[in-house]
T-cell receptor, first 114, second 110 residues
Framework: EPEVTQTPSHQVTQMGQEVILRCVPI?????FYWYRQILGQKVEFLVS????????KSEIFDDQFSVERPDGSNFTLKIRSTKLEDSAMYFC????????????FGDGTRLSIL | DAKTTQPPSMDCAEGRAANLPCNHS???????VYWYRQIHSQGPQYIIH???NNETNEMASLIITEDRKSSTLILPHATLRDTAVYYC???????????FGTGTRLQVFP
């Protein structure tokens, strides 16, 4: 069964450094998402992306964050200057074109900021 | 905020059916109900979704009341591997984001 894959599974970065989290969505999916989950807290929406544009973003997704689909298969989340509070699990998701189709999630990248 | 209400925790004996309730009294006519689960700190796993008819797949059944104000996810024969946090989510028609609540922590015991 096709799945969303994320790399790396664990990323350790010094505060203030840039980090890029990578995702390969399910092929032929057209809608892409990033969510995050701080340890012990709820899963929170960050951003949705369709047709090479951000379609929706949350208050968390400030100017330090950006997303890109650099080629036909990858979808990336960049954090420009990481802060301690960016430490979390980051989940990528994708879905098919029909509006009621579910989002499918990857197993996440654990980001640890030191 | 989440538009659903779920009990914080439930227990179920292995091999028995697990019935997880969800209230969504403010649901609109064209809003779907989605169920996901999260095992430990893995990514949310899609289980099933529905609009108004009952649905069944290889993982579970979804029963939606006629007035659509509540639903029940049924795992027909729970196993230890079904121990997880289960989320009931109503996605608003005018947004694509999923709003996760705190879900129901299901503990399946031997």
């Amino acid at each position: 069964e096709p799945e969303v894959t994320q790399t790396p599974s664990h990323q350790v970065t010094q505060m203030g450094q840039e980090v890029i989290l990578r995702c390969v969505p399910i092929s032929n999916h057209l809608y892409f998402y990033w969510y995050r989950q701080i340890l012990g807290q709820k899963v929170e929406f960050l951003v949705s992306f369709y047709n090479n544009e951000i379609s929706e973003k949350s208050e968390i997704f400030d100017d330090q964050f950006s997303v890109e689909r650099p080629d036909g298969s990858n979808f990336t989340l960049k954090i420009r200057s990481t802060k301690l509070e960016d430490s979390a699990m980051y989940f990528c998701a994708s879905r098919d074109r029909k509006s009621n189709q579910p989002q499918h999630f990857g197993d996440g990248t654990r980001l640890s900021i030191l | 905020d989440a538009k659903t209400t779920q009990p914080p925790s439930m227990d179920c004996a292995e091999g028995r059916a697990a019935n997880l309730p969800c209230n969504h009294s403010t649901i609109s006519g064209n809003e779907y109900v989605y169920w996901y689960r999260q095992i430990h700190s893995q990514g949310p796993q899609y289980i099933i979704h529905g609009l108004k008819n009952n649905e069944t797949n290889e993982m579970a059944s979804l029963i939606i009341t006629e007035d659509r104000k509540s639903s029940t996810l049924i795992l027909p024969h729970a196993t230890l591997r079904d121990t997880a946090v289960y989320y009931c989510i109503v996605r608003s028609y005018n947004t694509d984001k999923l709003i996760f609540g705190t879900g129901t922590r299901l503990q399946v015991f031997p």
